[in-house]
């Protein structure tokens, strides 16, 4: 295998929703092989910070951990298929604020694809005509075929039992299912606005990641696998064990990340607005910048004096948002991915905005816009 510090997958990842991360690699390739790393939780220029490092060469940069949930990593280093495959991927958890204690486990789901003969040192090396076919010869959770069989996980009766879960793939779905239980909750991508509730499976794409959370009242043998048997039989099955006897379940969990601040964009703040210099000699404030995201927008505040107001506003979701402040009759519709200027009056006052989608604003999609008198009013 490949590997991001010596294993297949590489080293789980935990930071706090908020902090920064500097994260460095270091290529000590000995195949002569440039890799390099793709963060699916992270915001940043690919053309700067997922660009191919060289053997023995090292790149350093900075990112804000703003979304919670479980997310891949891997090398995107052309042909990606390729690198992944080989095992070059992990999972890096953003601990939503408030998370309620559990027994947590945390997993990462892929395939191999061994050729059918030993090189001259005896090992067998991805084979690229498999991996293009998809005929794995492993299906497999953390990096070995049947791997929880023989040393079962274990929790105790009625104990809540959160699993986060990455499928590294490269090309298969895990229809991720525990045998004799039912999830009390799934939330997609472990984000915490995203719940669904009473599910018996759970499809996770390639590159994609989900957090199961179920209570198991009898003591017994709960096998997990992925619901499509084509592949259960390759390796991708373990043990769940309920028993009393389980050791007290971890009441801290390592962390690779810490808060510090490294010049990145702070969490919860916004984007700078840059003021240009026109005809007249005067430099023009620009709209205020707003964030919209189902976990809120950003700034929730907003100070803005009375009169003409301009709203430059960011729906940072791949699905519809909008902008409504009722007592202004203002509805601002945002699309998928959309940035839409707006400019409306607004008289001295403290106002109410939110998103009217359904569900949106309970999610916490709602902030104060705060307009005060003009200067000399």
């Given at each position: 295998?490949?590997t991001?510090?010596?294993?297949?997958p590489?080293?789980v990842?935990r930071?706090?929703?908020?902090d920064?991360?500097?994260?460095?690699?270091t290529n000590d390739?000995?195949?002569?092989l440039?890799?390099?790393i793709?963060f699916?939780?992270?915001?940043t220029?690919w053309?700067k910070?997922y660009?191919?490092?060289?053997?023995g060469?090292?790149l350093?940069?900075d990112?804000?951990?703003?979304?919670?949930g479980v997310?891949?990593?891997?090398?995107?280093?052309?042909?990606?298929?390729?690198h992944i495959?080989n095992?070059?991927?992990?999972?890096?958890?953003v601990?939503?604020?408030?998370?309620e204690?559990?027994?947590e486990f945390?997993?990462t789901?892929?395939?191999?694809?061994?050729g059918?003969?030993?090189?001259?040192d005896?090992?067998y090396?991805?084979?690229v005509?498999?991996?293009e076919?998809?005929?794995?010869?492993?299906?497999?959770?953390?990096?070995?075929?049947?791997?929880?069989l023989?040393?079962?996980?274990q929790?105790?009766?009625n104990?809540?039992i959160r699993?986060?879960?990455v499928?590294a793939?490269?090309?298969l779905?895990?229809?991720?299912h525990v045998?004799g239980?039912l999830?009390?909750?799934v939330y997609a991508d472990?984000?915490?606005?995203?719940?669904?509730n009473?599910?018996q499976?759970y499809?996770?794409a390639?590159g994609?990641?989900?957090?199961?959370?179920?209570?198991?009242?009898d003591e017994g043998l709960?096998?997990?696998?992925?619901h499509?048997?084509?592949y259960t039989?390759?390796?991708?099955?373990?043990?769940?064990?309920?028993t009393?006897d389980?050791?007290p379940?971890?009441?801290?969990?390592?962390?690779?990340g810490?808060p510090?601040?490294?010049?990145?964009?702070?969490?919860?703040?916004t984007?700078?607005?840059v003021?240009?210099?026109h005809?007249a000699g005067?430099a023009e404030?620009g709209p205020?910048a707003?964030?919209a995201?189902?976990?809120?927008?950003?700034?929730a505040d907003?100070?803005?004096p009375?009169g003409?107001v301009q709203l430059e506003i960011?729906?940072?979701d791949?699905?519809?948002h909008?902008l409504?402040?009722?007592?202004?009759?203002?509805k601002?519709?945002?699309?998928a991915?959309?940035?839409?200027?707006?400019?409306?009056e607004?008289?001295?006052?403290?106002y109410?905005f939110?998103?009217?989608?359904?569900?949106?604003?309970e999610?916490?999609?709602?902030g104060?816009l705060s307009?005060?008198?003009?200067?000399?009013?």
């Amino acid at each position: 295998v490949w590997t991001f510090n010596g294993t297949a997958p590489g080293p789980v990842i935990r930071v706090d929703l908020g902090d920064t991360v500097r994260f460095t690699l270091t290529n000590d390739s000995s195949e002569n092989l440039s890799h390099s790393i793709d963060f699916h939780a992270a915001q940043t220029p690919w053309d700067k910070n997922y660009q191919p490092v060289a053997p023995g060469e090292t790149l350093t940069f900075d990112w804000v951990a703003r979304f919670p949930g479980v997310f891949m990593y891997h090398c995107g280093v052309p042909p990606v298929m390729h690198h992944i495959a080989n095992g070059m991927y992990g999972a890096i958890i953003v601990e939503p604020k408030d998370l309620e204690p559990a027994r947590e486990f945390v997993m990462t789901s892929s395939e191999f694809y061994a050729g059918d003969r030993p090189n001259a040192d005896g090992v067998y090396e991805g084979d690229v005509a498999k991996m293009e076919a998809v005929e794995p010869t492993q299906v497999v959770f953390d990096g070995m075929a049947n791997r929880y069989l023989t040393a079962p996980l274990q929790a105790r009766p009625n104990e809540l039992i959160r699993i986060w879960v990455v499928n590294a793939g490269p090309t298969l779905t895990n229809a991720f299912h525990v045998i004799g239980a039912l999830f009390d909750h799934v939330y997609a991508d472990g984000n915490p606005t995203s719940r669904l509730n009473g599910l018996q499976t759970y499809n996770i794409a390639p590159g994609a990641g989900a957090m199961f959370e179920l209570r198991i009242p009898d003591e017994g043998l709960y096998p997990f696998v992925t619901h499509s048997f084509a592949y259960t039989g390759l390796g991708a099955v373990g043990v769940l064990q309920v028993t009393q006897d389980a050791s007290p379940a971890p009441a801290e969990h390592p962390a690779l990340g810490d808060p510090f601040t490294a010049g990145a964009l702070e969490f919860g703040s916004t984007p700078a607005v840059v003021q240009g210099d026109h005809a007249a000699g005067q430099a023009e404030a620009g709209p205020t910048a707003i964030e919209a995201s189902i976990s809120g927008f950003d700034p929730a505040d907003l100070e803005v004096p009375e009169g003409e107001v301009q709203l430059e506003i960011v729906n940072l979701d791949a699905f519809e948002h909008d902008l409504t402040i009722d007592e202004l009759d203002v509805k601002v519709p945002l699309g998928a991915n959309e940035t839409v200027n707006e400019t409306f009056e607004a008289p001295p006052g403290t106002y109410t905005f939110y998103c009217s989608i359904p569900g949106h604003r309970e999610a916490g999609m709602e902030g104060t816009l705060s307009v005060h008198p003009a200067a000399g009013h």
